[in-house]
């Protein structure tokens, strides 16, 4: 079947729209119409291979569309039913059995690998197109398409009365950025918690503690316009890093203690080191941020002797069949009002999106992609 497919051909190029092919779904495939996706950080840096694996590629990794055709073993979703596209996992492994699936010991390939597990692709160029082979199935979907081929794994159905353009983006940021907050620190009512970088992630985060009652939420960046959304979303107070010194200024807003978590953005080596200094005793900080291959960062030993901790995190700690529908009720009843940080775009425009995305203007952009589809 023929599809609109937005593919980057080489590095720092732009989002080409092609016509490609993809399969029927295999056994245990789900063939989905896309109706719309949201673009990530991680779609750019694969764009500008800042993460090498490999171009011309088909992105997007934040979908959710209607399920078109199911393989004869998929028993959790059926033709019509609306669902948003996560990251995917093997399902097999140690950590996919001990229920923590963003720690699967095949994630690179699942998500990063350019094609299904076994090796194989099920998105070509069309018949007659001398091109290379597109490298597909990112995070289990490429879903900057109007089609594309999942699995159970990495599929959510939703409720049918929430628009999917709305809801696409909890597949990745902030189903990441408010389950670092829920899922991998429990924060709970009357803590304090520091968020250093309010781009999508990190709002999502900040939305996060205000719906556990956190009393302090300092909201940490650069970008004036995202400091004064994150105090309109939940952080009672907010940091520029740029004219302040983050560690004392954290520690002034907390009377000299320091704050309960702190979850770096950044994943800068320097704001790292300062943001172990902003800790409570036993306080925890995650890093969520993606780093550069080798990067490392110089951390003072002895502010590890107060019980502190520091950890990454990835996705959230998310079972996102289970955690995605918790943020569509946190949504439903005003503690997550994600839908503020979203800009829509309609699928030819991609590359606008990307460069708004870029210079700060869009926080959360969504490609509508449906009406691709529907118009072919």
Known sequence: MRVKA???EEKGGPFTLQELEIDEPRPDEILV???ASGICQTDMHIQHQAFPVGLPYVLGHEGAGVVERVGESVTSVAPGDH?????QACGHCRQCLSAQPSYCE?????????????????LHRAEGDSGEPVLAHF?????????ALVTEQNTVKVPKDIPLEILAPLGCGLQTGSGTVLNTLGLQRGQSIAVIGTGTVGLAAVMAARATGASTIIGADINNERLATALELGATHTVNSAEQDLTEEIRRLTDGRGVDAVVDLTAQPVVVASALGALARR???VLVGSPRPGATAELELLKLAGGNAVRGAVQGDAVPQLFIPQLIEMYRSGQFPFDRLLSFYDFDDINQA???????TAVKPVLRI????KNR
């Open 354 to 360: 990307v460069d708004d995305t870029r210079r700060g």
């Open 33 to 35: 119409r896309i109706e």
């Open 370 to 373: 449906g009406s691709a589809a």
């Open 83 to 87: 669902v948003v596209l996560s990251f």
């Open 106 to 122: 095949r994630a690179f390939a699942a998500n990063f690998g350019g094609a299904r597990l076994d090796g194989t692709r099920g």
């Open 139 to 147: 995070f289990g979907q490429s879903s900057f398409a109007t089609y």
């Open 6 to 8: 937005a593919v980057v």
């Open 283 to 285: 306080g925890t900080l």
